[in-house]
């Protein structure tokens, strides 16, 4: 038995199916590209700056944890700079670079690795550093003030939702609903242009890199919900269309509430935990503090996860347990 | 290998392979120079065996008295070594080696007195026949458990048409095999699982020549893996659920390869025992050969004769795409059992990972079993089995290996199972004898 090649010896199966987490995150990214490229048209190298800093700087928070707490470089799954970016999407063009750095230790730090890094967050990473930093620098969500400076070609350069929450309905009568597909609304970088993020979120799903039970079931939510409150009082809350396209409704349709890690995968809890999203959202919007409920509402559908994914079909063979 | 399609939406569709009705004719390589052969029993010595000693083909070898277990030879010539084995999970074997003479005599077993016919001289000679029928399961009294002898003329993995190859022909030698089993296990009805064809004539009626002679059902397995596995057998078939943690024997079901009840019939008809099997070779470019080569051939000579290359850090697999064992080296033999024959080349070995779940559910969508797999690998992965089996159902995990397939974090999630199972059982033991 001398000269024995070396042979592979591993175990069923021996076939794969060639998917893998950083197919998954570039794809994820490039599905953001489309609403990125609208904002960075619309606010100009700023905004092209703020997406920068927060890809990278969620990348070093990374690599810097993973150095500090001796874990393996986890750098190249792509996880954290989708992360970065999505955070980004969310931000005025004139945030702060502190702001940028901050958010970013929030989200990949706190948000994700402490709780043992990917697949363990109970979380959305972005959504938990989004809230977080509303509550301790709300300002810097406030776009009107933010985005003061800018003159561009809207209807109108107030943000609908806080026109809205504010004012009543009438104050949004500007924005007709192809502006806001188009978007012609002040917001997020990458937050505003509802049709790139529609066409994104539809890739996604397609592709399967996201669930789309959990995207449509939220839409579901969103609508219906808005629809009864709608038509209980017309002057006073938004119509389905406004809450649709307005804030970070569709960010967090396509890119928070299918995250992996905080989501189930059990197609009726699927179905639950978008409806729940989508309800809470319009719920906090309507009759909550915030004007824009989605970051809490993702929050809140996060922390139901577990449970609602209790609710799977029997398996194979189950033999009832005393 | 079947990659994850653009849209991601739909299922990958794993499609069996399927002779669709042309006929097949086995390559046969010239006679081994030697031949092992894997005894059940762990390694005690040369036992009952003397090397040098000589022997005949179809000649029932011993090694340490009847009742742990026997091999055949497949060969006329002398046994040259006698060695310990050890195959997956640490279970031991024993390998008798023997070199083959260039005269080949053949040892008659039975007379042809039907008296011999019997439960009791098929558990004594054909356990090691190809296609390896399962007996041990059948007792000869009355209450003999098993109610349902399912005959598989499918092949339960992808790539693999030894099984249909057997079923399309030698369908006289299958007759008889059914009609001796049902007499000799008293066993109530036989079932005849073929393909599902649709349009191809040939195999239902070959089938039918079968079923037809020995008053057998014959029914259509879905043409999609696992639908061929036993488990999906026994519910889509049989409309019977095996419960979790229990065999198919327990709730009555035996499962025997097509092969293994040619096996029988040849045997009780002929008087020999059969020493060749049927096996499909699948290339690294997945071209797939039908060979016939006698028990115990060490796959390189397989290798040689159908110029098949190996190099370093290629990979040979005993078996199917998503249920095989890997094996390390040319020297294994082809077993009673052994189907199929896989080669996969360095470059397409697929990668696994220590990544962790990302909960992405990919494997929960895909488990024929419905299993969340997704927390069980979790519990698998910290070590804590038996929370694996309380709470995530372990025990009904059937090994089709899809959730392996199709992971994202590409993590070895059907070998955790396995290793799972495995750990479960040895502390099992561990306290049983703890308590005896
Ligand atoms: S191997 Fe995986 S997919 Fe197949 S039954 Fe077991 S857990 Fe389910
Ligand atoms: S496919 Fe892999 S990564 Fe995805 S949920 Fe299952 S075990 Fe986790």
């Not at chain 1, 809890?269 to 503090?289: D, E, H, K, S």
């Not at chain 2, 004719?25 to 010239?30: D, F, G």
């Not at chain 2, 028990?295 to 249920?323: C, M, Q, S, Y």
Request: glycine share 10%.
């Amino acid at each position: 038995m001398l000269n024995q090649k070396k042979f592979i010896v591993s175990h069923a199966p021996f076939w794969h199916n060639g998917s893998g987490i950083t197919e998954r995150s570039y794809h994820t990214m490039l599905a953001a590209l489309p609403a990125l490229l609208m904002g960075f048209y619309q606010y100009g190298m700023p905004a092209v700056g703020v997406i920068s800093l927060s890809v990278s700087a969620a990348m070093l928070w990374e690599l810097a944890f993973n150095k500090a707490a001796k874990l393996p470089v986890t750098v190249g799954d792509g996880n954290a700079a989708v992360v970065g970016l999505v955070l980004a999407m969310l931000l005025p063009a004139t945030a702060p670079w502190w702001i940028v750095i901050m958010g970013t230790f929030l989200a990949v730090v706190v948000g994700k690795n402490i709780f043992g890094g990917i697949g363990s967050n109970p979380f959305n990473p972005v959504a938990v550093a989004v809230a977080m930093m509303m509550l301790s620098w709300g300002g810097c969500f406030d776009f009107n003030q933010s985005l003061v400076n800018y003159e561009l070609n809207f209807p109108s350069m107030v943000y609908p939702l806080t026109a809205v929450k504010n004012f009543g309905v009438s104050a949004a009568d500007a924005f007709t609903v192809s502006d806001l597909i188009w978007g012609k609304q002040i917001g997020g970088i990458g937050a505003g242009f509802g049709l790139g993020l529609i066409v994104g979120g539809i890739y996604l799903m397609l592709r399967g890199f996201i669930r789309w039970e959990i995207s449509l079931s939220f839409i579901a939510g969103i609508i219906l919900t808005a629809l009864l409150f709608n038509t209980s009082d017309p002057s006073r809350y938004g119509s389905p269309m406004l809450h649709l396209f307005s804030g970070y409704t569709l960010v967090a349709v396509f890119f928070l509430a299918p995250e992996d890690s905080s989501s189930p995968v059990n197609f009726i809890p699927m179905l639950l935990y978008g409806l729940t999203a989508g309800v809470m959202t319009v719920l906090i919007r309507n009759i909550g503090a915030y004007a824009d409920g989605v970051i809490f509402a993702i929050l809140v559908a996060n922390l139901l996860n577990p449970l609602l994914d209790k609710i799977r079909p029997k398996t194979l063979g189950h033999i009832g347990k005393a | 290998m079947i990659k994850r399609s653009f849209f991601g939406l739909t299922k990958p569709r794993f499609a069996y392979e399927s002779v669709n009705g042309k006929s097949l004719k086995p390559e046969k390589i010239s006679m081994p120079r030697s031949v092992t052969l894997f005894c059940k029993a762990p390694y005690k010595g040369n036992g009952l065996l003397t090397i040098g000693e000589k022997v005949k083909t179809g000649q029932k070898l011993v090694l340490y008295g009847d009742s742990e277990g026997y091999v055949i030879s497949s060969v006329t010539g002398t046994v040259s070594s006698v060695s310990p084995y050890i195959g997956d999970f640490g279970k031991s074997y024993t390998a008798i080696t023997i070199s083959a003479a260039t005269q080949e005599e053949t040892e008659d077993v039975f007379g042809k007195d039907p008296a011999d016919i019997s439960l009791e001289n098929a558990k004594k000679y054909l356990a090691f026949s190809p296609g390896a029928p399962a007996l041990e399961n059948f007792s000869g009294s009355d209450e003999s458990q098993i109610k349902t002898i399912v005959v598989c003329g499918v092949d339960a993995d992808l790539l693999i048409f030894t099984q249909q190859y057997v079923m399309s022909s030698r369908s006289e030698d299958i007759s008889k095999g059914i009609s001796i089993l049902k007499r000799i296990t008293g066993a109530e009805s036989v079932v005849i699982a073929i393909p599902c064809n649709g349009n191809a004539p040939g195999s239902m009626k070959n089938a039918g020549a079968v079923g037809g002679a020995s008053g057998a059902e014959i029914r259509e397995i879905r043409s999609e893996y696992p639908a061929a596995l036993p488990h999906m057998i026994a519910k889509e078939v049989l409309g019977q659920v095996v419960p979790a943690g229990k065999t198919w024997e327990e709730i009555g079901i035996g499962f025997f390869s097509a092969e293994a009840v040619a096996s029988v019939g040849q045997a009780f008809s002929s008087g020999r025992i059969p020493v060749s099997k049927a096996v499909t070779l699948i290339k690294k470019d997945m071209s797939k050969v039908l060979i016939e080569v006698r028990l115990g051939t060490p796959l390189r000579d397989i290798f040689d004769a159908f110029d098949v290359k190996l190099n370093e850090k290629d990979r040979i697999i005993i078996g199917g795409p998503l249920t095989g064992a890997a094996v390390y080296s040319e020297d294994f033999p082809v077993q009673p059992d052994t189907d199929a024959i896989m080669v996969q080349d360095a470059e397409s070995v697929s990668p696994v990972s220590d990544y962790p779940c990302i909960n992405c559910g990919e494997c929960v969508r895909i488990c024929p079993a419905n299993i969340p797999v997704n927390m069980l690998v979790r519990f698998c992965e910290a070590g804590q089995y038996q929370g694996a089996a309380d709470m995530y159902d372990l025990y009904a995990c059937i090994g089709c290996g899809l959730c392996s397939f199709v992971c994202t974090a590409k993590i070895p999630i059907f070998q955790y199972i396995r290793l799972a199972k495995y750990e479960l059982e040895r502390m099992r033991l561990t306290e049983e004898a703890a308590n005896a």
